[in-house]
């Protein structure tokens, strides 16, 4: 009798809204079918979720890429861990004055955020697409002081990541995560000038208390969220903006 009485309370995921959200919607009734009942936390931030599933307010959570859990595991002592990759958002480069990322002029101006993580993931982009190189070990977390060859003389623009896809019209191109790019009407899969490759570091992950990683609801949870049926509903609600990431 205990057991079964386990099994009816739901677990508790935490998402952010918009696309984690709805996917979340999505696995929720294939989980169902599988005896799992999932419920639904939303967050507006990224501090909040991990902080809840630390606490034991949340079982899972599902918002985030590796590097920013590694980066508040490191900063916070979180005993949280992935148990497995989600969806991944490619960050799109961006331009009203250029169609092909080579035809950037020289001196041209290149918006990136001015966020560690993304900043750093925006200059790692420019550098797998050949226009600039940065200096051995610069990492995850490179900044425009790590250029050490800049051929087109690229002026690097540090702006808040919400502006960038505002500020195209005085940049000549910028990079813009696809969040604000889908709420700025831009689509990554037809209107970016370049995009990051899907392997990326970036790719997003469902996190859970250390103590819990072996739980069967873990299992569940992940079977669902990585079924072909999720597949589809991801392929065809976002139309590339969003990509399989497992």
């Not at 929720?28 to 809840?52: C, M, R, T």
């Not at 505002?166 to 370049?194: E, Q, Y």
Request: hydrophobic share 40%.
């Amino acid at each position: 009798m205990h057991g079964a009485l386990a099994q009816d309370k739901p677990i508790k995921v935490g998402v952010t809204a918009g696309p984690h959200a709805q996917i979340m919607e999505h696995v929720k009734k294939i989980a169902e079918k599988d005896g799992l009942k999932i419920q639904i936390v939303e967050f507006s931030d990224y501090v909040q979720p991990n902080a809840a599933l630390a606490a034991g307010d949340l079982d899972a959570n599902s918002y985030q890429h590796k590097p920013y859990l590694d980066a508040q595991v490191k900063d916070r002592g979180y005993k949280l861990v992935s148990v497995g990759y989600t969806v991944n958002y490619p960050i799109g480069l961006y331009s009203k004055k250029v169609k092909k990322l080579e035809d950037l002029k020289e001196g041209a101006r290149f918006g990136i955020p001015n966020d560690p993580t993304n900043g750093g993931r925006v200059l790692l982009v420019l550098q797998d697409k050949g226009l600039i190189k940065l200096k051995d070990g610069a990492g995850l977390k490179a900044t425009p002081l790590d250029v050490v060859s800049n051929p087109k003389k690229l002026r690097f623009v540090e702006l808040d990541a919400a502006q960038l896809a505002r500020s195209l019209d005085d940049l000549d191109a910028a990079a813009v995560n696809t969040n604000f790019a889908l709420s700025a009407g831009l689509n990554p899969a037809t209107d970016a000038i370049a995009r990051e490759s899907a392997k990326s570091p970036y790719v997003n992950i469902i996190a859970v208390r250390e103590a819990d990683k072996d739980k069967p609801w873990v299992a569940k949870l992940l079977k669902a969220y990585q079924s072909e049926d999720t597949r589809r509903f991801i392929q065809s609600e976002f139309k590339g903006a969003v990509l399989v990431g497992w």
